[in-house]
């Protein structure tokens, strides 16, 4: 009977945080949409071509490489390219027919890291989360039909500016801790963050074991210098990052491990020029 007392309590403390949480994500998907434009300018686009520049580097290595991006939506259909003019990387294409996913392999059978990232975390463009508010498919478009919720987290202070910080619960089970940041007076999405911690594998002795540490993988898409297209505010650069921390020295003196920053992959994005209403070749959103 205890038991079932402390169970019902849970419940009943969840079933108030979840009520809680019910008017602070209502305000936000309609402060946020009207911050997109009106209904009815929303309603008028059923594709997008947005059409632009991407420079890309590792920031731990130096050197950038500049190439093209084109993101192809229609309704929760995508295709998002990232093309670089180099034979070992060309770059990364991403494929989504509003149900299943793909990314394009550097080589038969071999994904960049980027591109084995999003492949398996297939929610990412599944979802609608790739790419923001540029895509006719963006996740807050369409919560309920999607069966994907938001939880606010309060306020979090990123780079000097205070965000309003939700958490983004796909419609399917996620490794990911997912959480979208918005502007607290416009409304306007402004950035995505995943991450996946990998706990370290058992060790031969407990000593061991402890000492092990997680690898933490990060992804993050950042928006900004919005601009208005068929009134419809937009996101005009889009930065793309993503890299992990790997423990480098578990035994470290102090039992504190060293952790080295992987590379990270920057693709720093200038939206050029966003068509509407084009007229679009269904193979475009083909998963091969």
Do not use: C
């Not at 434009?37 to 059923?46: L, P």
């Not at 039909?145 to 419609?171: A, D, I």
């Not at 990911?176 to 409304?187: G, N, Q, V």
């Not at 594998?201 to 000593?207: N, P, S």
């Amino acid at each position: 009977m205890r038991s079932l007392v402390i169970s019902l309590a849970i419940l009943a403390l969840f079933s108030v945080s979840a009520a809680k949480d019910e008017p602070q994500v209502g305000d936000l998907v309609k402060r946020h949409l009207n911050s997109i434009g009106s209904e009815q300018a929303r309603a008028a686009v059923k594709t997008r071509v947005a059409e632009g520049t991407v420079r890309f580097h590792l920031q731990h290595q130096g050197g950038s490489q500049d190439g093209k991006e084109v993101l192809v939506s229609e309704g929760p259909k995508l295709v998002s390219l990232l093309k670089l003019p180099n034979p070992n990387y060309h770059g990364e294409r991403f494929v989504s027919d509003g149900r299943n996913t793909t990314a394009t392999t550097i080589k038969p059978g071999v994904y960049s890291e980027l591109g084995q990232f999003v492949n398996v975390h297939d929610e990412i463009l599944r979802d609608g989360l790739w790419g923001g508010t540029l895509s006719t498919g963006w996740a807050l478009f369409d919560l309920e039909g999607r069966r994907t919720k938001l939880q606010y987290m309060g306020r979090k202070r990123v780079n000097e500016q205070e965000l309003e910080r939700f958490r983004f619960l796909p419609s399917k089970h996620s490794d990911l801790e997912i959480f979208l940041y918005f502007e607290p007076e416009t409304a306007r999405h402004v950035m995505t963050t995943y991450e996946l911690t990998i706990s370290p594998q058992i060790a031969m002795t407990e000593l061991e074991t402890a000492k092990q540490k997680a690898t933490t993988y990060r992804l993050e898409e950042r928006f900004a210098d919005f601009k208005q297209s068929d009134g419809l505010w937009l996101p005009g650069r889009w930065t793309i990052q993503f890299g992990l921390d790997v423990p480098t020295d578990p035994n470290h003196p102090g039992d504190v491990a060293i952790y080295a920053r992987s590379d990270v992959w920057e693709f720093a994005v200038s939206v050029n020029s966003i068509s509407h209403n084009v007229t679009l070749d269904p193979k475009n959103f083909e998963i091969k």
